[in-house]
């Protein structure tokens, strides 16, 4: 009798072990990227996950607001926006300061554990930091004043700054775009532990070829690669480029790839650009805007896809406008 209930035990406990791993499986298979990712007015995105919820930030558009766009999922499927009163237009405001809006954020977290986000406010940069994705945020320098003022170098645009940690813990600052639609350039300087200060003498001019603004370091093996935008985010012309090097100050090569993600053929996907990348069980994906309408105001929306590299070289992205596994 003991015999048959221990048999009868373990299928019963083969059974239940199944239907959950059943149920897993299909919870799984719910987590989609949806074409677009969110409905809404968003551009420049930045993504962090934390805690098992994902945040995505971004400009507000047309052409940025008063405030960040904040969104939250724990599925990637379901977004909610939230609202964060740093940065502001009014909070973020110096004497070199012009009158755009709030634009193109980026957040990361740094070792101490605290979240630094590095935003574009009156065509300068300003840092924040926070304990946790939602804030309180708070201008990260004391003296409220700018991390990157706007006429630092007045021949350029002081904007779209983006924060790369190298495999050492050091960590970097790349920034810059061109003015009139031409001439942008990108710098890049070595940032202190308090991921605010650095020494102006070391700032660097790496401009990779056809470079205009949103620059994005990413890191495979010992290959550096440095991604971009080029053209106008207005148009058709719009577009993501990548180049090479072996260290974080170039010189950059430009990639045989390059451009690796344009308009498509049926330009159901217009003008992609100003991305960022991110890796989610050992894939890595691309989140990026296109437009939506740029006929009188220029409106966008957040698009996503898979990354992949091989052969030392950044793949193509297919948008591919269709849902897909997570």
């Not at 048999?7 to 987590?31: D, N, P, Q, R």
Request: net charge negative.
């Amino acid at each position: 009798m003991t015999h048959i209930l221990k048999k009868y035990g373990v299928i019963i406990a083969l059974m239940l072990f199944a239907l959950v791993t059943s149920c897993l499986e299909k919870k799984k298979s719910e987590i989609v990227l949806q074409d677009p990712l969110i409905d809404g007015d968003f551009a420049d995105p930045s993504i962090i996950k934390f805690e098992g919820k994902y945040y995505i930030y971004a400009t507000i558009d047309p052409w940025g607001a008063e405030e960040l766009g904040v969104l939250e999922s724990d599925d990637f499927v379901h977004w909610e926006q939230k609202h964060i009163k740093w940065p502001s237009k009014e909070l973020c405001t110096s004497e070199t300061s012009n009158s755009s809006n709030v634009w193109a954020p980026s957040v990361i977290q740094a070792k101490d554990g605290k979240f630094y986000m590095y935003v574009s406010v009156g065509s300068e940069i300003w840092a924040g930091v926070s304990d946790h994705p939602l804030g309180p945020w708070k201008n990260a320098k004391k003296d409220n004043s700018p991390l990157i003022k706007g006429n630092m170098f007045p021949e350029y645009h002081m904007i779209d700054a983006e924060v790369f940690i190298d495999d050492d813990g050091q960590v970097y600052l790349y920034w810059g775009s061109g003015l009139d639609w031409v001439n942008g350039h990108c710098f890049v300087v070595p940032l202190k532990d308090d991921m605010i200060s650095f020494d102006e003498t070391a700032i660097k001019d790496i401009t990779p070829p056809n470079y205009f603004e949103a620059p994005f370091m990413v890191k495979k093996g010992e290959t550096y690669f440095l991604m971009y935008s080029d053209g106008k985010c207005t148009t058709e012309t719009y577009k993501v480029r990548y180049a090479k090097s072996d260290n974080p100050f170039g010189p950059f090569t430009e990639g045989k790839n390059s451009p690796v993600l344009t308009t498509s053929e049926d330009r159901s996907t217009l003008g992609p650009g100003h991305h960022s990348v991110f890796t989610e069980a050992g894939q890595d994906y691309i989140l990026y805007h296109r437009i939506t309408d740029n006929s009188d105001k220029l409106y966008r929306e957040l698009a996503i896809d898979s990354l992949n590299f091989s052969n030392d070289e950044i793949e193509v992205v297919r948008p591919s406008n269709t849902l897909m596994n997570f």
